[in-house]
């Protein structure tokens, strides 16, 4: 039984680069969220898919930001022209379909920008 | 935004002491969590309480909910040196849940 993964773990990008992330979620689960951590906070959140339709989306996303997951499989997370202020933890999420609760999520292991 | 906010913010105990860490919420919620993050690393779910229970367990852990004070407790008995971490509460808010911005926990040996 795998767990969520993300890819890259790291990433380390010069200011007005694209940058792209990838989350592969639990493989039965048809619900999946994007959260944004920096450091000494709280994840917050992103946006959320229900299969491959995007439900809802946090104020925090801004137009650089981009998320999709095409066949309600994996998904990616693409941030356009990055700023420092982008530099954070980007943490992938899973959870609901047949008999799963929507309840608890389940993480994967982030992925680190940093944004010089 | 975020609705939890966890109290203390940073807490250190010998190893075998109890910790206790508290969660306060503003809205009301159906239910509320628990999750561990060790540095660097994603989060992992510890316990849920439902807006109808007033207290859990599971192993070392014990979750208090009081909803007349919009709070809850998480107590870590016999604490070990793994239970390093930062912990943080989080609260349902429609089909996501929003979290605080953690306690972090230091076990010294």
């Known amino acids: 039984d795998t767990g969520v993964s993300q890819d890259p773990r790291h990433k380390i990008t010069k200011r007005g680069q694209n940058v792209t992330f990838r989350c592969d979620p639990i493989?039965?689960?048809?619900?999946l969220y994007w959260y944004r951590q920096t450091l000494g906070q709280g994840p917050e959140f992103l946006t959320y898919?229900?299969?491959?339709?995007?439900?809802?989306k946090s104020r925090l996303l801004s137009d650089r930001f981009s998320a999709e997951r095409p066949k309600g499989s994996f998904s990616t997370l693409e941030i356009q022209r990055t700023e420092q202020g982008d530099s954070a933890m980007y943490l992938c999420?899973?959870?609901?379909?047949?008999?799963?609760?929507?309840?608890?999520?389940?993480f994967g292991p982030g992925t680190r920008l940093t944004v010089l | 935004s975020q609705q939890g906010e966890e109290d203390p913010q940073a807490l250190s105990i010998q190893e075998g002491e109890n910790a206790t860490m508290n969660c306060s919420y503003k809205?009301?919620?159906?239910?509320l969590q628990w999750y561990r993050q060790n540095s660097g690393r994603g989060l992992v779910h510890l316990i849920l309480?439902?807006?109808?229970?007033r207290e859990k367990h599971s192993g070392r852990l014990r979750v208090t909910l009081d909803t007349s004070k919009k709070s809850s407790s998480l107590l870590i008995t016999a604490s070990r040196a793994a239970d390093t971490a930062s912990y943080f509460c989080?609260?349902?808010?429609?089909?996501?849940?929003?979290f605080g911005k953690g306690t972090r926990l230091h076990i010294l040996p």
């Open positions: 999420a899973s959870n609901g379909g047949s008999g799963v609760s929507t309840d608890t999520q389940y």
């Open positions: 493989s039965e689960h048809n619900r």
């Open positions: 898919f229900q299969n491959e339709a995007q439900l809802e």
């Open positions: 809205t009301s919620i159906n239910n």
């Open positions: 309480i439902r807006s109808n229970e």
């Open positions: 989080a609260t349902d808010a429609g089909d996501k849940i929003i």
